[in-house]
């Protein structure tokens, strides 16, 4: 049991900090997601060894594990199942299953699973996921990346000149205009994919 001169300093501590209600918010929210993601690890492994029929059976148990955030990073099935890259018949099958508006559900880097896509290089799964929802194309990871910029950091060339074909310069996220298209040019430099 802690003394009450623990407990004042305790008191103390937190009536110093900026904003202890966020603080508190952040912890529970953060504790909440470790409670739920230890439920999603046989979920999780079905995706990352590609198995549809066990991730299928989960799906059909419980609905909400579609557009969950699985792991303590807030991510997805998607995000996971796009991220390695093994089979595009998994990523096409769960594409089918979750309503239009999840696929652009971001993790906690604020990315979508096109942008785990682009990170990788899994051009086909990147095919799928704007074939079904082009929008995901202009949003902007926390550091306001969009996926194009994610596919040039990385240096995966075939996504990224995927990506370039279908991304078109949008009056809003201004994909190749001011930081976001100096940023595009940096990336394509560092990655030695200019002059090709």
């Not at 909400?64 to 792991?71: E, Q």
């Not at 086909?124 to 949003?139: D, N, T």
């Amino acid at each position: 049991m802690a003394s009450s001169s623990n407990t004042q300093e305790n008191v103390a501590a937190t009536s110093r900090s900026t904003q202890p209600e966020e603080i508190g918010k952040v912890e529970a929210a953060n504790s909440s997601l470790m409670d739920q993601s230890w439920r999603y690890i046989p979920l999780v492994k079905a995706v990352l060894g590609g198995n549809w029929e066990r991730a299928k059976r989960f799906f059909d148990q419980d609905q909400g594990a579609l557009t969950a955030w699985v792991t303590e990073f807030r991510e997805t099935s998607l995000h996971i199942a796009v991220g390695t890259g093994k089979e595009i018949q998994f990523v096409e099958k769960l594409v089918e299953l979750m309503p239009v508006e999840a696929l652009a559900l971001t993790d906690n880097q604020g990315q979508t699973a096109l942008h785990a896509a682009a990170r990788v290089g899994n051009t086909k799964a990147a095919e799928v996921l704007v074939q079904k929802h082009p929008p995901l194309l202009y949003i902007r990871q926390n550091v306001g990346w969009l996926p194009i910029h994610q596919a040039a950091v990385n240096a995966q060339r075939e996504t990224l000149s995927y990506l370039l074909t279908v991304t078109k310069d949008d009056p809003v996220s201004l994909p190749f205009s001011n930081d976001s298209g100096l940023d595009l040019i940096i990336f394509v430099i560092s990655s030695n994919f200019y002059g090709e």
